[in-house]
């Protein structure tokens, strides 16, 4: 080892000894209990399973005497005025069965497996139904009443994430169910999949409204599971039309970089809005929750993609400096959904947060696995802000940072740190029963909007889950 190359290697040991020290502080509010993140996580990830179950197939109806929910209906959350989130959005319940999938194939202990496999069997079921149900948007139609039936009221559509996201989530229960005892219920579920690969590669190249509900527009985050589904879909449904729609895709998709401003933009071409919005920005955490949802393992449109990385940069500097709960040294940052946002205060989102977390878990997870950093001008001072200011000086666009470079194992030790920061925030943010809100208030920190997210819960057991195989990677 030459003699740069030794004093690299000495000064990195050195700063892991000190990100050891950080990871090992407890910084918790006097209301929970003095836990570390990761014991914390651990502790979430069980109770947000619990507090989950309560959106799956509820039995209470939207009015006193109405109709029961249909079963396999998965409620937005538990509140039916301001808001009302009683609804069950494809969207929302593609994230939380694709958390119960997650869930059964860990084997974690709380996950009772009988149950749950009858949750995905009634979602199927019910996917099935509400796919041949009549609707103006077709399978565009963004949410759905517990009864089961088509919303009637005035909505943002049409949305086309929707069908892909679902298409996602079924692939990920189809490994869950024997080709023998459920042949019936993998028909089902090949069935589903196909309607919704179908539906998307048939829309993909229309305008629709975005994650928010608020922009008619051609939407990143649209695209990019747009994108996961065809091209993750092939392996079980083989289309000519599906690998032609995924080239499209990744070419669009392309077009959302900013040079000049030095992000994704999350919105291009705009046609309409919902009428309420305060949105004037396309600089948006959508390109991050739509990074987290595609789940790609490396590559464009990846969390290793250079401008992935540098939109996560520019939006961390936004929030920092928008929100005065992120004036704590002590704690990672809370994130949004975008500047100037109002919605219910414009605060940051506990889901948006945990969104977060997981990306930087999966940066640590990817680089374990063998695949390179790649530095450029794009991502240069995002990998900088990351590492201590001793190194700094180290990050040269061109290079390739290897997990196994002395270099490489500092900005891991700096990812574990910036993603268990976030982890903290939500753990000093989250109430003392582990209830999941929309949103953090940005002045007191308090919980706000509605309770009982399924999609705050299970995006918090993805970034658990994601966590744990970051550190088995170690």
């Known amino acids: 080892m030459n003699q740069a190359m030794s004093s690299l290697a000495n000064t990195v040991a050195t700063i892991l000894l000190v990100f050891t020290c950080a990871w090992s502080q407890e910084t918790r509010e ?10 914390w ?4 990830e069980r109770v ?3 507090h989950m179950q309560k959106n799956i197939s509820p039995t209470e109806p939207k009015t006193a005497g109405g109709p029961q929910p249909q079963p396999g209906i998965v409620v937005g959350a538990l509140s039916k005025k301001d808001p009302d989130y009683y609804f069950h959005w494809v969207r929302d319940s593609a994230h939380v069965m694709a958390a119960v999938a997650d869930e059964i194939k860990a084997k974690r202990e709380f996950v009772q497996a009988a149950p749950a496999r009858q949750w995905i069997k009634d979602f199927l079921q019910l996917s099935r139904r509400l796919q041949k149900t009549d609707s103006p948007v077709g399978m565009g139609e963004p949410r759905f009443t517990v009864e089961g039936k088509a919303d009637t009221l005035a909505w943002s559509r049409p949305q086309y994430d929707g069908p892909a996201l679902r298409a996602l989530a079924v692939m990920k229960m189809l490994p869950l169910l024997d ?8 028909d089902l579920a090949l069935q589903v999949l196909k309607t919704d690969l179908d539906f998307v590669v048939s829309v993909y190249r229309k305008r629709g409204f975005d994650v928010w509900e608020e922009y008619n527009a051609e939407n990143y985050h649209t695209r990019l599971v747009q994108l996961a589904a065809l091209d993750k879909g092939q392996r079980y449904v083989k289309s000519a039309r599906y690998r032609k729609a995924v080239a499209d895709l990744e070419k669009v998709l392309d077009d959302h970089w900013d040079p000049a401003r030095g992000f994704l933009r999350s919105q291009v071409v705009i046609v309409a809005t919902d009428g309420y919005t305060s949105k004037k920005t396309d600089l948006d955490s959508a390109v991050v929750v739509a990074v987290v949802d595609a789940d790609r393992e490396s590559g464009a449109h990846s ?25 704590r040294e002590d704690l990672g940052l809370a994130y949004g959904r975008y500047p100037g946002d109002t919605y219910y205060g414009g605060n ?11 990306f930087y878990f999966r940066i640590v997870h990817r680089m374990k696995h063998g695949v390179p950093l790649t530095v450029s001008g794009k991502n240069a001072d995002f990998l900088k802000a990351i590492l201590p200011e001793v190194l700094r000086m180290q990050v040269k666009p061109g290079m390739s940072i290897a997990a196994s470079d002395p270099l490489g194992t500092a900005l891991i ?22 209830q999941i809100f929309e949103q953090i208030d940005k002045v007191s920190g308090k919980p706000v909007s509605s309770p009982g997210i399924g999609w705050g819960h299970s995006a918090l057991m993805t970034a658990a889950l994601a966590r744990r195989a970051a550190v088995s990677s170690l």
């Open 413 to 434: 030790a700096g990812l574990m740190s910036r993603a268990d920061g976030i982890v903290k925030r939500l753990q000093t943010h989250t109430p003392p029963d582990g």
């Open 48 to 50: 947000s399973w619990d």
């Open 41 to 44: 996580l651990d502790h979430q």
């Open 179 to 186: 080709a023998k005892s459920d042949r019936a219920w993998r």
């Open 303 to 327: 969390v290793m993609d250079d401008r992935v990385q540098a939109t996560v940069h520019v939006l961390e500097n936004l929030f920092r400096a928008a929100y005065p709960i992120n004036q």
């Open 348 to 358: 940051p989102w506990f889901l948006i947060s945990s969104d977060y977390a997981t």
């Open 30 to 39: 006097p209301q929970n209990s003095a836990v570390t993140a990761d014991n």
